[in-house]
């Protein structure tokens, strides 16, 4: 859905943006991270075709967005972390001016404002004027004017700025409900927890070059296949000895005292290795999924350097290589 190759891009003085390149799947919603300056904005006003590379392509659903930015923008949606509204008039007429804008037919705006209005929880407001409602609320008419033409890319830079625990929580549902109905979603925030309760993948950029894409969560599951723990009770130094051992499984990391295998995913089998384990003498406390957040993973590549995979991510590649992402 989002193919980007070769991306660079620089401000006077600095490369913000360092030969990237990456293809993102068609319906995931993947977090961009990175700590303050990495690139991140730029790579999505990029993306978004609202500054032109020094060199490198991207392209949205097969449109080149910088040869053709007039059709690649009715294909996307884009909110960046600073904004600004029309003051003067309702909520209903900020989001029929977009729709129009957006080449929304006037027969159609009405109703495309409204569906928008209600996904962002702004039904009830759109007689007020844009100017007096409050932060959080002017954050969510951004979002529904971003995807008020249903868009097949979305773009979100710092979305939840300004919104409350319990509107955050509803940007998250709202989100995956976008995905679940047809949307590839990219959205840069600090928030990690906040991210991890809808993203698929994670995208890390750090000093202009991507060095982790990584499925995370339910994503990060190969086809048929699953991550298991094991906990002893007590220490064993044979633990990842004896799991080797066993046919069909992988060890992904393990110690004398916990282990994390990769098995396919069937009750069965799983049944099979349990009863294994424990035959040739360990003491199983717990034989559970293996749940990597996206918090983990991120503090994994941390820790590990920026050349180290993260365990969640078998597929991942870093630097320029393309990292395909996993539809889930």
Same mark, same amino acid.
């Given at each position: 859905?989002?193919?980007?190759?070769?991306? @660079?891009? %620089?401000?006077?003085?600095?490369?913000?943006? *360092?030969?990237?390149?990456? &293809?993102?799947? !068609?319906?995931?919603?993947?977090?961009?991270?990175?700590?303050?300056?990495?690139?991140?904005?730029?790579?999505?006003?990029?993306?978004?075709?609202?500054?032109?590379?020094?060199?490198?392509?991207?392209?949205?659903?097969?449109? *080149?967005?910088? %040869?053709?930015?007039?059709?690649?923008?009715?294909?996307?949606?884009?909110?960046?972390?600073?904004?600004? +509204?029309?003051?003067?008039? &309702? /909520?209903?007429?900020?989001?029929?001016?977009?729709?129009?804008?957006?080449? /929304?037919?006037?027969?159609?705006?009405?109703?495309?404002?409204?569906?928008?209005?209600?996904?962002?929880?702004?039904?009830?407001?759109?007689?007020?004027?844009?100017? @007096?409602?409050?932060?959080?609320?002017?954050?969510?008419?951004?979002?529904?004017?971003?995807?008020?033409?249903?868009?097949?890319?979305? =773009?979100?830079?710092?979305?939840?700025?300004?919104?409350? !625990?319990?509107?955050?929580?509803?940007?998250?549902? /709202?989100?995956?409900?976008?995905?679940?109905?047809?949307?590839?979603?990219?959205?840069?925030?600090?928030?990690?927890? $906040?991210? $991890?309760?809808?993203? @698929?993948? =994670?995208?890390?950029?750090?000093?202009?070059?991507?060095? $982790?894409? &990584?499925?995370?969560?339910?994503?990060?599951?190969?086809?048929?296949?699953?991550?298991?723990?094991?906990?002893?009770?007590?220490? %064993? =130094?044979? +633990?990842?000895?004896?799991?080797?051992?066993?046919? *069909?499984?992988?060890?992904? $990391? #393990?110690?004398?005292?916990?282990? /994390?295998?990769?098995?396919?995913?069937?009750?069965?089998?799983?049944?099979?290795?349990?009863?294994?384990?424990?035959?040739?003498?360990?003491?199983?406390?717990?034989?559970?999924?293996?749940?990597? #957040?996206?918090?983990?993973?991120?503090?994994?590549?941390?820790?590990?350097?920026?050349?180290?995979? @993260?365990?969640?991510? !078998?597929?991942? =590649?870093?630097?320029?290589?393309?990292?395909?992402?996993?539809?889930?």
């Amino acid at each position: 859905m989002i193919d980007v190759s070769h991306l @660079t891009y %620089d401000y006077p003085g600095r490369r913000a943006l *360092d030969d990237v390149s990456v &293809t993102i799947a !068609p319906l995931t919603i993947t977090a961009l991270v990175g700590p303050n300056g990495a690139g991140k904005s730029t790579f999505l006003r990029l993306c978004a075709a609202l500054d032109r590379p020094y060199f490198g392509q991207v392209k949205i659903d097969g449109i *080149d967005i910088h %040869d053709d930015p007039r059709a690649a923008h009715q294909r996307m949606g884009f909110l960046p972390d600073f904004f600004g +509204l029309y003051d003067e008039i &309702t /909520v209903q007429q900020c989001l029929l001016y977009r729709a129009r804008a957006q080449g /929304v037919s006037s027969s159609a705006a009405e109703t495309a404002a409204r569906r928008a209005a209600d996904r962002l929880g702004l039904g009830d407001r759109l007689r007020e004027k844009a100017g @007096t409602l409050s932060r959080g609320l002017r954050q969510r008419l951004a979002i529904a004017q971003a995807i008020i033409h249903e868009p097949k890319v979305l =773009m979100l830079d710092e979305p939840a700025s300004g919104l409350d !625990p319990e509107a955050r929580i509803a940007l998250a549902q /709202v989100l995956r409900q976008l995905r679940d109905d047809g949307m590839t979603i990219i959205v840069s925030s600090h928030i990690l927890a $906040e991210l $991890e309760d809808y993203s @698929t993948h =994670m995208l890390i950029i750090r000093d202009g070059k991507i060095v $982790e894409f &990584t499925p995370i969560g339910q994503a990060a599951h190969h086809e048929g296949r699953q991550r298991l723990r094991i906990r002893l009770a007590q220490e %064993d =130094m044979r +633990l990842p000895a004896i799991v080797q051992q066993v046919a *069909d499984i992988s060890l992904i $990391e #393990g110690d004398a005292l916990t282990a /994390v295998i990769d098995i396919a995913d069937d009750a069965g089998r799983r049944a099979d290795v349990l009863k294994q384990l424990i035959g040739a003498g360990l003491a199983v406390s717990e034989f559970a999924p293996e749940h990597l #957040g996206l918090q983990d993973a991120y503090l994994n590549h941390v820790h590990n350097g920026t050349n180290g995979a @993260t365990i969640a991510a !078998p597929q991942a =590649m870093s630097g320029t290589q393309v990292a395909k992402g996993v539809q889930s």
